[in-house]
T-cell receptor
Framework: DTEVTQTPKHLVMGMTNKKSLKCEQH?????MYWYKQKAKKPPELMFV???????INESVPSRFSPECPNSSLLNLHLHALQPEDSALYLC????????????????FGSGTQLSVL | DAKTTQPPSMDCAEGRAANLPCNHS???????VYWYRQIHSQGPQYIIH???NNETNEMASLIITEDRKSSTLILPHATLRDTAVYYC??????????FGQGTTLQVKP
């Protein structure tokens, strides 16, 4: 199983809603990532978890709250989003973020297309 | 973090080799060069990566210059399904995978 599964595939929410994006992998990977991708732009790194601890936060606004309940699951909790937060949210995993030489590849999910009204 | 520079777009005839260039002149000695591609509305897909030596797998070949300041991804026999955005990435010493602007490859019949 080399898949990263993201749910839901599409999400529409209002600015006062609270919602969560979910990501799951069963490859035994210990690093998990959230990326945000606006239309016709490259993915932008948001958060990195390594061994279930947050290791990188790329100065993301607090209305995005990541959570890694165990080594297979990664959530992104959303609250009070703005219309400009509408984007494709991608989850990825890799064997080990701190592996010496960074000689490892990331596996990406298909993403959640989020629309904020 | 080392930056990469790629042409914004390229065309290739179906069945011909596609050669995608990338400049990464600020790369450090232990930073790897990665290539990913993204087909419309899907997540990025890993293609290949390398440090110093040329690499080949079932998808592509990666040629890295001796000074490591540039590289070329080669798709030996491009098909219509290879139409995608191709990203050349230098993975930083912090482990971050930071995407550049990428090259949109259009394979034409």
């Amino acid at each position: 199983d080399t898949e990263v599964t993201q749910t839901p595939k599409h999400l529409v929410m209002g600015m006062t809603n609270k919602k969560s994006l979910k990501c799951e992998q069963h490859m035994g990977h210990r690093a998990m990532y959230w990326y945000k991708q606006k239309a016709k732009k490259p993915p932008e790194l948001m958060f990195v978890y390594s061994y279930e601890k947050l290791s990188i936060n790329e100065s993301v606004p607090s209305r995005f709250s990541p959570e890694c309940p165990n080594s297979s699951l990664l959530n992104l909790h959303l609250h009070a989003l703005q219309p400009e937060d509408s984007a494709l949210y991608l989850c990825a995993s890799s064997q080990d973020q701190v592996l010496q030489g960074f000689n490892e590849k990331l596996f990406f999910g298909s993403g959640t297309q989020l629309s904020v009204l | 973090d080392a930056k990469t520079t790629q042409p914004p777009s390229m065309d290739c005839a179906e069945g011909r080799a596609a050669n995608l260039p990338c400049n990464h002149s600020t790369i450090s000695g232990n930073e790897y060069v990665y290539w990913y591609r993204q087909i419309h509305s899907q997540g990025p897909q890993y293609i290949i990566h390398g440090l110093k030596n040329n690499e080949t797998n079932e998808m592509a070949s990666l040629i890295i210059t001796e000074d490591r300041k540039s590289s070329t991804l080669i798709l030996p026999h491009a098909t219509l399904r290879d139409t995608a955005v191709y990203y050349c990435i230098v993975r930083s010493n912090t482990g971050k995978l930071i995407f550049g602007q990428g090259t949109t490859l259009q394979v034409k019949p």
